[in-house]
């Protein structure tokens, strides 16, 4: 197995999701925002035949090699890192023989709330690991990430892979790519956790299941939520925030129709709506996770104040137009 290099590091940067969540997966727009949080990956080659992977979130998880396969792959198949395994098999050349990987993880994504995390950590591993043997184009680290993604995220539009690879803000349509976005005027957003973990998966199928029993219904609210992704799209583009709070409160109407939100996370959108943001509603899956707010520039630090005052955890999030890095 030819390498160009022993060490590998790459990053990657979480994401917000401005409008279109659920939505995207019917094949709607979404227009996603990378944020200055990220996951970083160092990545190794080792002396054992294996694969070892170091993470500050889960139990360490190691798995070795025989005869160029890895061993007891459905046991490792229960880990949480089984997908984090499958991006570093994604990304080596050929069969491990004569040495092994090792990887670490970092992260300042909190996990399970909606940001992207396992996009950021599976797009971070294809690019670090790619990078011991070749100098990997992002378009390949981005559609082998998307495969791995999908094993914890059964059904992903890609959108977040996307985002964690090209950074900045992006209008997104599944299986037709993106084009970006530029904000005419800078965004002051505040990100509040709700403290409710969820399922990715069973939030997409409980909106799934929405759709079945109500048919019409459902396509109407797609359409306006395709409505809404393009004159958000507008909004942002000639820096009208007004407009984009307002189309934010109705997104989130939209995904409580669809049963995506959370009690929590209507209390909390409603508290940001009446301390005065211009708008706020669920980000990710819902079901808990977080929640964004738009604000005025001028109550950004009295809105933070007032959300951490009520014993929330408020954080100032700004746009990420770097995405992937290698080091």
């Keep these: 197995m030819s390498k160009l290099r ?3 590091r790459a990053s990657a940067p979480a994401k917000v999701i401005l409008f279109g969540e659920h939505f995207v997966i019917y094949n709607n727009p979404a227009i996603l925002m990378s944020i200055d949080k990220r996951i970083l990956v160092n990545a190794q080659l080792i002396s054992d035949h294996g694969i070892h992977i170091l993470s500050e979130f889960q139990e360490p998880l190691r798995c070795t090699f025989s005869g160029g396969k890895l061993n007891k792959f459905d046991e490792v198949g229960k880990s949480p890192l089984f ?8 990304s080596i050349p050929d069969k491990i023989h004569d040495t092994g990987i090792e990887i670490s993880i970092e992260s300042d994504i909190p996990i399970g709330v909606g940001l992207g995390s396992s996009a ?4 971070a591993t294809v690019a670090a690991v790619g990078n011991l043997f070749r100098n990997p184009d992002r378009r390949s680290i981005c559609l082998k990430a998307m495969e791995s993604e999908a094993l914890i995220h059964k059904g ?12 900045g803000m992006i209008y997104y349509i599944k299986n037709r790519g993106f084009n970006r976005v530029k904000s005419h005027e800078k965004l002051h957003l505040l990100l509040i956790n709700t403290g409710v973990k ?4 069973s939030m997409v199928s409980k909106v799934e299941d929405f759709k079945k029993q109500n048919i019409s219904r459902f396509k109407e609210v797609c359409k306006r939520a ?13 820096g009208d925030q007004e407009e984009i709070g307002i189309l934010m409160n109705e997104n989130h109407k939209l995904l409580q129709t669809v049963g995506a939100s959370h009690e929590k996370v209507d209390e909390l959108v409603e508290l940001c709506n009446k301390n005065g943001a211009l ?17 005025k520039e001028r109550d950004y630090y009295r809105f933070t104040l007032e959300l951490i005052g009520r014993k929330y955890e408020a954080l100032p999030v700004t746009i990420d137009n770097i995405g992937l890095e290698i080091h």
């Design 226 to 238: 395709y409505e809404i992704c393009d004159k958000g799209r507008a909004a942002l583009q000639s």
């Design 6 to 8: 022993s060490n590998s």
């Design 156 to 167: 992903s539009s890609g959108a977040d892979c996307f985002a964690a690879t090209y950074g």
């Design 198 to 201: 969820h399922s990715t998966w």
């Design 120 to 123: 950021a950590s599976c797009v």
């Design 83 to 90: 997908p984090i395994c499958d991006a570093i098999l994604r």
């Design 279 to 295: 708008g706020s509603k669920l980000t990710g899956a819902g079901g808990g996770g977080s929640v964004i707010a738009l604000v």
